[in-house]
């Protein structure tokens, strides 16, 4: 293929993945495969991809602004494990070769399949837990927050889901609000490690920035969308997709 062709490849793919966040999350196993299938190495596929993807993260803190309300006290600690935990992942991650990392792909996507297939079951536990005041995180949620956010500094697909899991592990509070937390942690640690990708030389930046706005334009239509699509359903076909990635992986 011509790169006019790979570039719109991974644009469709961006729209797509941005659409399924919005929906239903997952869209890192849609544009980290479209990346290898046109031949871009995997770790400049997964660096390219967590800068191109950074935006929607922050689109979707700032949807929940209104949420963060009340817990300037969590945030005030737990957001610099997020920037942390995003750095030791990145650094790691630029400490992996090639060949080791490329070993670890289908790993890494089974695990991010696996953490969307039980995304929903996590959110329908907790969505049956009563409101509860606000109260600051201790070491029991920093340690689990920063081993998901150096997870998310070196792959990042399901970063959301393992961050939601341990604040709902480790804090009494309602759904709502830990979902707000859980998207400025995760914005914190993806930050931290797309900043650290910037100087890495690994960027494909023509492609970080196709994608990038294929994101956004995703995730609006994603947004418009919601309703007159389930969720559910189309979570069934992410993971499906990341599981049969994942199996062509291990047999080649």
Known sequence: MTEGM????????????????ALAGGGTLITFPVLLLI?????????TNTVALCPGYLGATLAQ???LGGQKKRLFLMLP???????VGATLLLMTTEELFQALVPYLILTASLLVAIQEPVRKRLARRP?????????????????????GGYFGAGLSVIVLAALALTLDDSLTRLNASKQAIALSANIAAAVYFL?????????ALIMAAGALAGG?????????????????????????????????
């Open 6 to 21: 790979d570039l719109l490849i991974a644009g469709l793919a961006a729209v797509f993945a941005g659409a399924v966040n």
């Open 39 to 47: 031949g871009v190495p995997p770790l400049s596929a997964n660096i």
């Open 65 to 67: 602004t209104g949420d």
């Open 81 to 87: 494990v997020g920037l942390t935990g995003g750095a």
């Open 131 to 151: 409101e509860a005041e606000t109260r600051a995180p201790g070491i029991w949620s920093m340690v689990p927050i920063g081993l998901a956010a150096v997870y």
């Open 199 to 207: 100087f890495s030389g690994r960027v494909l930046w023509l492609t």
């Open 220 to 252: 609006f239509l994603g947004g418009r969308l919601a309703g007159s699509i389930k969720a559910s359903t189309l979570r069934r076909i992410v993971v499906a997709i990341g599981i049969t990635v994942a199996v062509i992986y291990f047999r080649t």
